[in-house]
């Protein structure tokens, strides 16, 4: 399957991806960062999943999500007959379900499914057993438990478990997968019509709480509820996305794991839900980042497990051979112990918001951005990483002392408009220091552009984000030559590249890579910025067109071969749709530049 053939279902605490031959093909449990039981996403069939479909057909004639809900409905049409499989996560209770109801819709057909369980990425074979008229699925800590109204066939050689039934037009054959602790008992029996009922009333009524109204609502809606499917529900965590070592090139080794909750990315998504409503997403996700960052500022994370746990280490489940070959895969993330200086401003810049927003104030809050303020004071000219993340040599970059200069600004909009207490005479000479370093030493005037980093002569996708984060006023003449000289370099075939990749000489890493879909919206949200709506709304439209057909985006983009790369459904594309709809509709809550200090 190509990565947009599949579809998500999730229960907010985990998600499932379902392509379009009915096969489910990645699902951790119990949590997004768990072990998977189905890796065949990565290593094909042996790593495990569950084919649901018609006997001998390939792939499905059409599919949606019902309504404003992560329900999704797979259908198959042929002159014999029309079945569908709804497959759906309901909202978790005791144990996770995977639900899979087969509605016969006309005539007669033949179904075959075919469930093989692999915990722990693919690695541990089960036993399998029947007990209480269910199959039971266990191996160490894992167990999980198949109940439906057919025969099923074990293949103790393959260790799988099949099963063909005829469904007729009105019949409905329920499958449920439920996922419990090895040790504990069987867990009660899930009534899949009474779950597929509450699960859709569940989605409608969150959905139903959305303020955008714009000329783009159905793309915003289906984003926000994917946004919503990627929040881990416990802790309010939200996982950059739920799978891992998706290429953001075919076949290339730019392969990560994406099941963290990176504070950048959270601070994205929460701006993007606040846009459309949704304060109590950032409030629990404010508490979250208030235990996770918890101590030392110098020891902040770029990104913390779900729970707010500080240890990602990145290791290769080597037995895995990759999607579709592309080594190596990861787990864990080493990125996590990078020095990232942007994150100190995203979070301010996420906080003010949220006051902005009139967000209920919490003290704490407050209490955290003083002591992280007071690190980034001592701490913004060090060299760092850089939000692209780069394994290669710690850089001046740029796009990152622009946020330092918003996490000094953000703190005195603060002081000035909220009546917060703090040296807001300090953080004002901070943040002119700042802007003088970087119009002095991040721009080149003979091009008329801000750069990647000091020194350098590159471009970064990144500096598109000057407009939104008021660096400059808008009609000052770099703003608009930066976000011409980034289109003009860093575009191929009308979508935006990241950066010069390929040398190795910024990121340290080989080979290229797709274009980053999140830049390419940015780069939308600045043209609308700068009052270009036309070339805005055209890129919108060219980019919405790049969705699958249940309206999912991954990180990246092949233009050359009209493929998605990366990890998929990805939070940052997803944002970028809500932002740029709504940056459209002329009201962008960031739009707001605060207490510009003027040019330098
Ligand atoms: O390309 C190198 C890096 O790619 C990943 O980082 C990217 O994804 C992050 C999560 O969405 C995002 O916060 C970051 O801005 C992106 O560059 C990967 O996680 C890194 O380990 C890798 O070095």
Avoid at 583 to 593: E, I, M, P, Q, Y
């Amino acid at each position: 399957m190509r990565i947009e053939d599949y579809a998500l279902v999730g229960d907010m605490h985990t998600a499932a991806l379902v392509g379009r031959d009915g096969s489910v093909d990645w699902l951790c449990l119990p949590r997004f960062d768990s072990g998977a039981c189905f890796a065949a996403l990565l290593d094909g069939p042996r790593a495990g999943r569950w084919l649901l479909a018609p006997a001998g057909r390939e792939t499905c004639t059409g599919r949606r999500y019902r309504g404003d809900t992560l329900v999704l409905e797979t259908t198959w049409d042929s002159p014999d007959g029309c079945v569908r499989v709804v497959d759906f996560m309901p909202a978790r209770g005791e144990a996770p379900d995977l639900v899979r109801v087969v509605e016969g819709v006309r005539g007669r057909v033949e179904m075959r499914t075919e469930l093989t369980l692999r915990f722990d990425y693919g690695r541990v074979v089960p036993w399998l057993r029947h007990e209480g008229g269910r199959l039971a699925v266990v191996a160490g800590p894992d167990a999980a438990w198949l109940q439906c109204p057919v025969p099923l066939c074990p293949d103790k050689e393959a260790h799988r478990t099949t099963a063909a039934f005829t469904v007729s037009a009105g019949d409905r054959v329920p499958f449920v997968l439920t996922w419990r602790e090895s040790w504990l008992p069987r867990p009660e029996r899930t009534d899949a019509e009474e779950s597929l009922t509450a699960t859709e009333r569940m989605w409608t009524r969150w959905l139903s709480g959305c303020r955008y109204d714009g000329e783009y609502g159905e793309a915003v809606r289906r984003s926000l509820l994917t946004l919503k499917a990627l929040t881990y529900a416990p802790t309010g965590g939200l996982v950059a996305a739920p799978t891992t070592s998706l290429p953001e090139r075919p076949g290339g080794t730019r392969n990560w794991d994406y099941r963290y909750s990176w504070l950048r990315d959270a601070t994205f998504t929460l701006q993007a839900l606040m846009h459309a409503g949704y304060d109590d997403e950032a409030t629990a996700w404010r508490d979250w980042l208030l235990r996770a960052v918890a101590g030392e500022p110098a020891d902040l994370q770029t990104m913390y497990t779900l729970d707010g746990g500080r240890r990602i280490p990145e290791w290769n489940p080597d037995w895995l051979a990759g999607y579709e070959g592309a080594q190596p895969v990861r787990i864990g993330n080493a990125a996590s112990a990078q020095f990232q200086l942007d994150v100190y401003g995203e979070i301010m810049d996420c906080l003010e918001l949220a006051r902005d927003a009139g967000l209920r104030p919490d003290d704490d809050a407050w209490d955290l951005q003083l002591v992280l303020m007071d690190y980034l004071e001592g701490a913004w000219r060090k060299p760092d990483n850089g939000l692209w993340e780069t394994r290669g040599p710690r850089r001046d970059f740029v796009h990152s002392k622009i946020l330092a200069w918003v996490a000094a600004d953000r703190m005195i909009s603060a002081v000035e408009n909220h009546g917060r207490e703090g040296p807001a005479h300090r953080w004002r000479a901070l943040r002119e220091e700042i802007h003088r370093d970087v119009c002095a030493r991040g721009y080149d005037p003979g091009r008329n552009t801000f750069t990647q980093y000091y020194g350098s002569t590159g471009l970064d996708a990144a500096l598109l984000l000057i407009p939104r984060l008021g660096f400059l006023p808008l009609d000052d003449p770099r703003v608009a030559g930066t976000v011409d000289a980034v289109r003009r370099e860093l575009s191929r075939d009308g979508f935006v590249h990241r950066y010069r990749s390929g040398t190795g000489d910024v990121d340290g890493l080989p080979g290229d890579e797709g274009a980053f879909l999140a830049c390419s919206f940015w780069l939308a949200d600045a043209l609308a910025l700068l009052g270009r709506r036309e070339e805005a709304r055209e890129l919108f439209d060219r980019l919405l067109a790049v969705r699958n057909d249940v309206g999912l985006l991954s990180e990246e983009y092949d233009a050359a071969h009209h493929r998605q790369l990366g990890n998929f459904p990805q939070a940052y594309s997803h944002v970028s749709v809500v932002n740029t709809a709504v940056a459209l509709a002329g009201d962008n809550r960031t739009r707001r530049a605060r207490g510009h200090p003027g040019r330098s």
